[in-house]
Structure formats: C-alpha cells, structure tokens
C-alpha cells in the first residue's frame, strides 16, 4: 500500500470583529482562540455568523436556543458561567446545530454554501443573515441554485448579488463578472431591454448562457454591450415616420452598417442611441448621401430632438442644396436646429471685425468656406487612394 502523505494544516489568522469576539470567549474558556485558530472553513463562518449578531452582554437569548437544539452539550457545561457556556457550545457542538440555534432552523443549502465562503469573516455583518434568507425563502431557490453553480469559493459580494440583482439576471455569469455597484445598472439595463431590443426573458438568459463559464478579467459591461446591436427603438422617437422617402434612422446592426458604409465613427456610437442622447439619422434621397447627428433637448416637460452635425462620407461637407433640403425636411418634422439670423454673406464680415469666431450652422457651413471645395475634394481622394496603396 502507497503510503499519502498528509498535507500540514496551518492555523488561519484573526481579524477584526471576530478578533474581539474570540478574545472575549476566550477569558472564559481557555484555548477557545486555538479551537478558532485551526477550525475547519465552515465551522468558522458558522461562529462568525453567530458573532455578527450574538450581543455577549446579553447571551440568555443565544443560551436558550442552544438548550433546545444541543441539550446534551449544554447539560454538560450548565455550571459554567454564560459566556464560557457559549464558548463550549460554539467548539463541541455542530455547525449545522449552531446554525439553527442562531436562525431556529437551517433551511436546505444554507450549510452547502457557508461551508464555500473561505475562513475569512464577511465584509459586512448583514451578509450572513442575507445568506439564511436567500436558503430559507422558496421564491429564492433560483438565486442559490446560481450561487451553487459557482465555481471554487462563494465570495461574499456574489451572496449580496444574488440577493439584489433582478430575477432575469440570476445568473452564474452575472455573478462571476459583476461587482455589487454595478447591480442597480444592471437592474435598470435589463428593464430598457424589452422596451428598446424587444428582448424577452428568456432571450435575456439564452444571451447569459452563451457566455463560457469561470472567465477571468470579462466584465459584464462587455455582455450589455452586445444587446446595443440589438437595438430596435429609441427611449424617445425621432418625428420621422418608419416609411419616410429621405429619412432614415439608423439604430443598433443599422447604424454599425452606416458607419462601415459611411467610414466613420457612427459604429462606436451604439450606446449614445441606447441611452437616448443622440442618434443618427440618414438622408437617402437618390443621388445625395448625407448623414445627420440629432441630439435630445428638453424644454420644461417637452422633448426635441435638434440637428447637431450634418456630413457626407468619411465626415465631408455637404453641398449647400443638400444642407437645404434637410432643412426644409427638418421644418416639416419639427426637428430644431442652430440658426444665424445674419445673411451668411455678411456673417464673415462682422465676425472679422469683432474679432469673433464663427459657428456657422450646418446650412451657412458650405457659403461660408473660402477654399474651393471641388480642389479639397480631389486632394482628399487623392490622399486616401495613396493610403490604401501604401496599406
């Protein structure tokens, strides 16, 4: 027979809270510490559990339940004083015992997953009561069914994750890339879903468990971020109708199409459309290709939605009859724009003599420039056939 060789267990340190706590219990019960010291990962947490909301001052309570759920233990040390009482009790009696003197019951799966939480005491006393009520509540079983399906140690964030995410994001992908400030983001992402991607539950966790499992340094941010392709509508709709001969607004897989047709940065723009900030529109009158930058304004309880930039392919200028033309569409739609009341012919002048910078809006752009756009066009095409040479 092949002699195993037994690993050494080393004793685990102490900290705070449960430092004082075990100190205490100590003065009472000699070698109380060393019991702590060298106790096995569940018996720990069981004991920092009870520390979280055992008051040593008043232990009557405490002492009551153990004498209904551990009499024999308790028999055994009924001449010592309290706190030695629960110092014995907390080193001779099972966890799972503790564990319902502390709560009056231990429901299933509440001693699998303390027994997966590590010998460190958790970072917020609440945590272990949290625990119990996700185990004891029926209506939970699904979010520790999620925390079971983790692998390695429990931390005690996911336990406090699993207790505030939504039900449609209880998920063993969620709890193994989100932090708990991301939950309320999450929460509110996740109710924009059926409204802006026409999302389902269930299309909600088909999309959580195609994700590969135990993934290290994957945000869930990454996760959210594919939904923005999915995109069929805006959190407030743009005054074009869907069947409109010239207007076309590009959201979602549409509007990462313009950008790759267009080449320019409409694809990594996806989120401004999500959250409702700008979106892009496209002019598809035969003939002249223009895209157009809408940003929402709010005035009192009203909404617009109000021309920012306007632009041809690879973000050149637009002639002065398409900028027209726009125009004349965006008055019919009541879509806002920035206006100057001065003819252009004369708005150079006066911003020459004020010593002023221009911020021609996007119709006076094309009078207002002085170089020959018919050049600067042949020089850029020029420039980009020589690049692509080059690449």
């Keep these: 027979m092949v002699q195993v060789d037994r690993q050494p267990f080393h004793p685990r340190a102490l900290h705070a809270d449960v430092l004082e706590f075990a100190a205490r219990l100590e003065g009472h019960q000699p070698h109380f510490l ?18 979280a909301e055992l008051d040593l001052d008043q232990p009557d309570a ?6 209904q759920h551990a009499p024999d233990v308790f028999a055994a040390s009924s001449h010592l004083d309290p ?8 080193i001779q009696t099972k966890p799972k ?3 319902e003197a ?3 019951r231990c429901p299933d799966g509440l001693a699998g997953l303390l027994a997966r939480v590590g010998p460190a005491p958790f970072y917020r006393r609440s945590l ?5 009520e996700l185990c004891d509540r029926p209506e939970n079983r699904h979010r520790v069914k999620a925390l079971s399906q983790l692998h390695g140690l429990v931390r005690p964030e996911q336990i406090l994750m699993a207790s505030e995410l939504d039900d449609v994001l209880v998920h063993r992908a969620v709890l193994e890339r989100a932090k708990p400030l991301e939950v309320a983001a999450l929460n509110a992402f996740s109710r924009l879903l059926p409204e802006l991607c026409d999302a389902s539950e269930r299309d909600v966790r088909e999309s959580l468990d195609q994700l590969p499992a135990d993934v290290k340094n994957v945000r869930i941010g990454e996760w959210a971020q594919t939904w923005l392709k999915r995109q069929v509508r805006l959190p407030v709709p743009v005054p074009i109708p869907d069947n409109d001969p010239d207007l076309q607004v590009r959201i979602g897989a549409d509007q990462e199409s313009l950008g790759r047709r267009f080449r320019n940065c409409a694809g990594s723009l996806l989120s401004f459309a999500f959250t409702g900030e700008r979106v892009l529109v496209e002019w598809v009158r035969e003939g002249e290709e223009a895209v157009i930058d ?3 304004v709010r005035t009192g309880s009203e909404y617009r939605w109000q021309c920012e930039n306007l632009s041809r392919p690879r973000n050149r200028r637009v002639s002065a009859t398409v900028a027209g033309a726009i ?3 965006f008055d019919e739609l009541g879509i806002i724009y920035r206006f100057n009341p001065m003819p252009s012919d004369e708005q150079q002048g006066i911003a020459a003599l004020l010593d002023h910078s221009l911020n021609a809006t996007f119709v006076d752009q094309h009078a207002l420039a002085n170089a020959d756009d018919q050049h600067v066009e042949r020089l850029l095409d020029a420039l980009e056939v020589e690049l692509e040479d080059t690449f």
């Design 34 to 51: 060393y019991h702590q010291l060298y106790a096995t990962d569940f018996r720990r947490t069981v004991v920092w559990a009870i520390a």
């Design 62 to 67: 405490f002492l009551q339940q153990i004498q």
């Design 83 to 90: 706190l030695a009482q629960i110092a014995r009790a907390l």
């Design 97 to 99: 015992k503790l564990l």
């Design 102 to 104: 502390l709560y009056g």
């Design 128 to 132: 272990y009561r949290t625990a119990f």
């Design 294 to 296: 809408l940003a929402l």
């Design 327 to 329: 125009r004349e569409r």
